[in-house]
């Protein structure tokens, strides 16, 4: 899981990126190696690395910092062959959805800010999906906010179910979908 970077300066809010999980003038710094400058798409960012926020069965997530706007983003970086297919189809869902979806009807969807797809020398294809930074994924979230809070655990799990759902029901919005809840609180997409 992400922590936020403890500095040995005084903090200002100026230190940090927005998260609060990177040093912005050690991100700036052109000479640390482990700063790493991308463009994917139309996006300019820095990501460090070997600094992971999260992973998958397909692929590690870095954060990365947007100069030119000052905001952090997501960074999925893929070079396994067998997600190749998949990371595709979830670059696809998520470009339709930023077309189909107007972002006064998005609240509960992240947005792609850019993709790009590379094969090195040696023909291996790598895949970058620059998304908007969320925070913490769910399941952190979960294991942070449910299990340390137990008298509370029911209405925290209430809030995530229904953000989830808010989400399903947009996603499925700009698809021409129904949802239909029975009475059993059985999903059933029409």
Request: with cysteine; aromatic share 8%.
């Amino acid at each position: 899981m992400a922590q936020r970077v403890k500095s040995n300066q005084a903090s200002t809010s100026q230190d940090t990126c927005e998260c609060g999980l990177s040093i912005i003038a050690e991100l700036m710094d052109e000479n640390d190696e482990e700063n790493i400058r991308v463009t994917i798409g139309e996006v300019n960012l820095i990501y460090r690395a070997g600094v992971n926020i999260g992973f998958g069965g397909f692929a590690l997530i870095h954060h990365a910092y947007i100069p030119a706007e000052r905001k952090c983003a997501a960074l999925k970086i893929s070079k396994r062959n067998g997600s190749i297919e998949a990371i595709r189809r979830e670059a696809a869902i998520l470009q339709y959805v930023n077309e189909a979806v107007d972002d006064d009807y998005r609240s509960h969807i992240i947005k792609l800010l850019g993709y790009k797809e590379m094969v090195d020398t040696h023909q291996r294809e790598t895949l970058y999906l620059v998304m908007e930074f969320g925070g913490m994924n769910l399941r952190d979230y979960f294991n942070e906010r449910i299990k340390k809070v137990r008298d509370e655990g029911r209405i925290e799990l209430t809030k995530i179910i229904r953000g989830a759902a808010i989400a399903l029901e947009q996603f499925h919005k700009c698809m021409n979908f129904e949802i239909i809840i029975t009475l059993e609180y059985r999903l059933f997409l029409c």
